[in-house]
């Protein structure tokens, strides 16, 4: 007769399963703060009561919506679970955790495809259970028309204030000090504001303007140097006549939250008389025509086609800004954006002219002249320092510099400018 023998299982220890939480308020006040804080010490709690779970930690954001995914915790959180270093993770509901569905289901998706469970106490929902997916799609469309729903009513809120004269939000500019939604003039700003346009209707430009603010040692109002964009923004703003220009931009929708310049898809609210005015209409206007007629100038120096091939890719060595592409009545050059804004006393760089570059660009790829389709391919960046020198720096990880040669005055002339010379010559002799 066979003997049978009973061989006794060891007895299986529990794996150990690596937990984390997910926290989130959409406020950075102090109600929703300690909020925050009520989840966090909760979940710390939960999860370290649990003998087969190991505590990873509570991953949290403050003052950040659910519909923006770009979240430091969040974000955090998943690479630690791509990492490996977590297993599940707890959240209190699916509005805590995303109310745009694209979003959510993607990032579902990806924790499920490397065996990550995300667990929604609130619905008592683990994402890696059969019917888990279907919830959640069903789910997360109830969060995303919430969240639409929220976004339509304070959009009601702000028409309606616009349509009665009241700002929505607003803050302080130069010139004017916003007090309980009314702007009061501070009187020294308010001069420089006045100054400003008297310097711009005198004729000079913007970056002109920035150059002597700055020269005069006066700072700007955010307390840096000033720039021509500071300069055109404060040529633009009607809100120096003492009127009010409401719904200049409206948000894209309430996913995206993207800010879009009102061009006339939605109705602009007029508030005359405001508030004290820094300048007349009457100046105020004249601004606007001379500046359309600067761009209607301007516009006929603009280049049709592509970009320039060296825009966004050659920068400064001296002082680390952009080289910006001008157009002369007899050449094409690139210079820093600081030294053509506040002149040489904050950059000291020279300019390029554009077939002196083109040719130092060939001399560096070892082609005997310049082709933009092999430039693109093979340069990311050229750093241009005093001294003539470009240094070239390689997609492949390698650099080389290239000397370039200042042209003589002789070749400085084309064929255009020595056929002027020639005519005010033989006319100068004929007087």
């Not at 399963?17 to 989840?39: E, F, G, I, N, P």
């Not at 970056?207 to 040529?235: H, M, N, P, V």
Request: aromatic share 10%; with cysteine; net charge positive.
């Amino acid at each position: 007769m066979a003997e049978i023998k009973i061989i006794s299982k060891e007895k299986q220890m529990p794996k150990v399963v690596k937990v984390a939480a997910y926290a989130r308020v959409s406020s950075d006040k102090d109600a929703m703060l300690h909020s925050l804080s009520s989840q966090v010490s909760y979940f710390s709690k939960m999860i370290q009561s649990h003998d087969s779970w190991k505590y990873v930690g509570v991953y949290s954001d403050e003052g950040m919506t659910g519909t923006k995914i770009e979240r430091d915790g969040f974000s955090k959180m998943i690479q630690d679970a791509k990492a490996g270093k977590i297993d599940i993770i707890v959240t209190k509901s699916l509005s805590r955790f995303a109310r745009n569905t694209v979003d959510c289901l993607k990032t579902i998706r990806e924790m499920k495809a490397i065996n990550v469970d995300i667990f929604f106490e609130e619905q008592n929902i683990h994402t890696l259970s059969a019917n888990g997916e279907f919830l959640i799609s069903l789910l997360a469309g109830y969060a995303q028309e919430e969240s639409r729903q929220c976004s339509e009513n304070t959009l009601w809120r702000v028409r309606k204030n616009f349509k009665e004269g009241k700002p929505y939000g607003g803050s302080s500019m130069l010139g004017y000090k916003l007090v309980k939604g009314k702007f009061i003039v501070v009187p020294e700003e308010a001069d420089l504001v006045r100054r400003i346009y008297a310097l711009y209707l005198a004729g000079n430009g913007f970056c002109k303007i920035a150059r002597i603010l700055t020269d005069d040692g006066i700072k700007s109002y955010t307390g840096g140097t000033w720039s021509k964009t500071t300069i055109g923004e404060i040529i633009s703003n009607v809100t120096y006549t003492g009127n009010l220009h409401l719904q200049k931009t409206f948000r894209e929708n309430h996913i995206t939250k993207r800010c879009i310049r009102n061009k006339g898809e939605k109705p602009i609210y007029v508030v005359e008389g405001n508030h004290e005015p820094i300048i007349s209409q009457e100046i105020f206007d004249k601004a606007q025509e001379l500046r359309k007629q600067k761009a209607a100038m301007g516009r006929g120096e603009k280049r049709k086609g592509p970009a320039y091939p060296f825009t966004g890719i050659i920068f400064c060595g001296e002082c680390g800004h952009a080289f910006k592409h001008k157009v002369t009545k007899y050449y094409e050059s690139w210079c820093c954006l600081r030294y053509d804004e506040l002149g040489k006393a904050y950059c000291a760089s020279k300019k390029i002219r554009d077939d002196v570059l083109k040719k130092a660009c060939a001399e560096a790829l070892n082609i005997e002249s310049f082709d933009e389709i092999s430039f693109k391919e093979k340069i990311e960046r050229i750093d241009a320092f005093n001294g003539n020198r470009l240094l070239f720096h390689f997609r492949d990880g390698t650099a080389k510099e290239v000397t370039w040669q200042s042209p003589s005055r002789k070749d400085s002339w084309t064929d255009e400018m020595k056929q002027k010379a020639k005519e005010r010559s033989l006319n100068y002799g004929k007087r």
